[in-house]
């Protein structure tokens, strides 16, 4: 690495911010999705120029194949309507869509989308099941959307997401979130049942998801601490996947190219896992990235503020030199994860 890729790169600069993301679904100083919510910064904020898409429908890849209904007889067509949102991953970093990941809003569709459209709430998901019908997407699906990604307490008997935790993926990057209208608990309206049935059926064919209770899954599965009611009691599962003509449980694996430590982009070299930390965060904007290195490819995930206290599940000392130190340290995922530059810590 020369001085001027440092210089361009270097991790105590806030440089060029727009690749910056953060956060992985409902972090835990979301607010519920209150209607009117007081101070919703939703209402005035800038909220069109990051959008991914302003223009409604047939924005996204998936829809396309998928207006026509065809499953349901009684039912001619569902739209999805393109909501838009500034808070996803672009891609899957190499892996596949493995499961789908239901969701309880907690409140109205309407004041999750306007919470979703705001990039300070750093949380979206790929869709919304109004209790209506009404469809919203906000994330295509091949993009990562933040919706799921803490892992609390997990369900390791899910093979796939034992592998995950094995091999360091955010589970946002092997998920379809789907959120629904309504408060745990609730029982859905037909209107809705339909319209999410019809949405996981063309999800399943698309995407080749199994159609059995191994990938199709609940929030609280991933975060069975802070989301134990996610999404509830009120979720048709029997219903849903007896008309989903679901199987049994085909264990599958994962075919991330990541195999130790890649958070998202490739295996990373001398990973040693464990438990670290917490150490400090001793400078402001110090940035968090997808891969220990400065190079083209590589996201920043966030930036944190000084003070900001961490704990690490593994380090590499294999990571990209910076002032002649190689040690990066991977963030618990509890803490959202990414990669940090030792010297940022303290
Ligand atoms: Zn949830």
């Known amino acids: 690495m020369s001085e001027s890729d440092l210089q361009d790169n270097n991790p105590l600069d806030p440089g060029d911010n727009s690749n910056l993301a953060s956060g992985e679904g409902h972090s835990e100083d979301a607010p519920p999705f209150v209607p009117g919510l007081d101070g919703d910064p939703g209402s005035d904020q800038e909220e069109a120029n990051n959008l991914e898409e302003s223009t409604p429908v047939e924005s996204d890849a998936f829809n396309a194949h998928v207006f026509e209904g065809q499953f349901e007889p009684n039912i001619t067509s569902y739209q999805i309507i393109w909501q838009g949102s500034p808070n996803y991953w672009a891609g899957?970093?190499?892996?596949?869509?493995?499961?789908?990941?239901?969701?309880i809003m907690q409140g109205s569709m309407e004041s999750a989308n306007s919470w979703f459209k705001n990039a300070a709430s750093e949380v979206s998901a790929h869709f919304g099941v109004a209790r209506d019908g009404r469809i919203y997407q906000w994330v295509r699906v091949e993009n990562g959307a933040w919706t799921n990604g803490i892992m609390n307490r997990p369900d390791t008997s899910l093979p796939w997401l034992a592998e995950a935790i094995q091999k360091k993926i955010n589970p946002n990057l092997l998920t379809i979130g789907i959120e629904h209208e309504g408060l745990t608990g609730q029982v859905f309206p037909e209107a809705q049942y339909q319209a999410t049935?019809?949405?996981?059926?063309?999800?399943?064919?698309?995407?080749?998801?199994?159609?059995?209770?191994?990938?199709?899954?609940?929030?609280?599965?991933?975060?069975?601490?802070?989301?134990?009611?996610?999404?509830?009691?009120?979720?048709?599962?029997?219903?849903?996947?007896?008309?989903?003509?679901?199987?049994?449980?085909?264990?599958t694996?994962?075919?991330?190219?990541?195999?130790?430590?890649?958070?998202?982009?490739?295996?990373?070299?001398?990973?040693?896992?464990?438990?670290?930390?917490p150490g400090t965060v001793n400078t402001n904007n110090a940035y968090v990235r997808s891969y220990p290195?400065?190079?083209?490819?590589?996201?920043?995930?966030?930036?944190?503020?000084?003070?900001?206290?961490?704990?690490?599940?593994?380090?590499?000392?294999?990571?990209?030199?910076?002032?002649?130190?190689?040690?990066?340290?991977?963030i618990d995922f509890t803490d959202k994860g990414g990669w940090i530059h030792s010297l940022m810590i303290s």
């Open 92 to 103: 899957r970093g190499g892996n596949k869509i493995v499961a789908i990941c239901d969701h």
């Open 293 to 330: 290195s400065f190079g083209a490819g590589v996201m920043v995930l966030r930036k944190l503020p000084a003070g900001t206290l961490l704990k690490f599940i593994a380090y590499t000392d294999q990571g990209a030199v910076y002032k002649g130190n190689s040690r990066w340290y991977l």
């Open 253 to 277: 694996t994962l075919t991330s190219s990541s195999s130790s430590g890649g958070f998202l982009t490739g295996p990373v070299p001398g990973v040693v896992s464990g438990a670290f930390g």
């Open 197 to 251: 049935l019809w949405l996981h059926r063309n999800l399943i064919q698309n995407y080749g998801i199994q159609p059995d209770r191994q990938h199709i899954i609940g929030h609280y599965q991933i975060d069975a601490v802070n989301r134990p009611g996610c999404p509830g009691t009120g979720f048709p599962w029997q219903r849903l996947l007896t008309d989903l003509g679901a199987t049994q449980p085909k264990t």
